[in-house]
């Protein structure tokens, strides 16, 4: 159990640009979640995939964002047009079957020049 | 939707304290998970605890599911326990997504 990995954990961006975003989740789990963190505040949820198929996504996901997942494993979230608001923690959970907890990745820390 | 309210917000305590950090959520719950986030910003798995006590180490936490609360012990606080205590719980006929409190900042001072 290697943990769920992120990458980049840095990224500085000009405003306007798009970002890519990685998670690897622990090998087994097929769930995966994306979830955005705001300074002071709690995550909030962002969008869930079981497998490959994106299942649910927050209203806080505005058309600029799209997330994928090919083939269940590694799982992608891009931002396109980058906006001052986006500046933020974003974080990426994997959980095995229903009765067990979620695993979060050291997160990818998101800032918008 | 489901509230979970975390208190108190702000905990400051001395090397050694005992401290007991609440979480009340508004409506029935698949389950419930207790982390710790550190300075650096990691999340750290508690304890995943739907109803009962359960304890590791200095730490323990018991959830009342009826009532609708779950609290978290923390005994002979150590500095390295600072950091931000956040409880979340998965909502009833959901995808497991978790719902988040504020979180309690707790700062041991040494």
């Known amino acids: 159990d290697t943990g769920v990995s992120q990458d980049p954990r840095h990224k500085i961006t000009k405003r306007g640009q798009n970002v890519t975003f990685r998670c690897d989740p622990i090998?087994?789990?097929?769930?995966l979640y994306w979830y955005r963190q705001t300074l002071g505040q709690g995550p909030e949820f962002l969008t869930y995939f079981q497998n490959e198929a994106q299942l649910e996504k927050s209203r806080l996901l505005s058309d600029r964002f799209s997330a994928e997942r090919p083939k269940g494993s590694f799982s992608t979230l891009e931002i396109q047009r980058t906006e001052q608001g986006d500046s933020a923690m974003y974080l990426c959970a994997s959980g095995g079957s229903w009765n067990q907890p979620q695993h979060f990745g050291d997160g990818t820390r998101l800032s918008i020049l | 939707g489901i509230q979970v309210e975390q208190s108190p917000p702000d905990l400051i305590l001395q090397e050694g304290a005992n401290s007991t950090l609440r979480c009340n959520f508004s409506?029935?719950?698949?389950?419930l998970q207790w982390f710790h986030q550190n300075p650096w910003g990691q999340l750290i798995n508690l304890f995943y605890i739907p109803s009962g006590t359960k304890q590791n180490g200095r730490l323990s936490a018991t959830t009342v599911a009826t009532e609708r609360y779950s609290l978290l012990y923390i005994s002979s606080s150590q500095t390295t326990d600072s950091g931000v205590y956040f409880c979340?719980?998965?909502?009833?006929?959901?995808?497991?997504?978790?719902?988040w409190g504020a979180g309690t900042k707790l700062i041991i001072k040494p």
């Open positions: 090998s087994e789990h097929n769930r």
């Open positions: 409506d029935s719950v698949n389950n």
């Open positions: 979340a719980v998965e909502r009833e006929n959901s995808n497991y997504q978790l719902i």
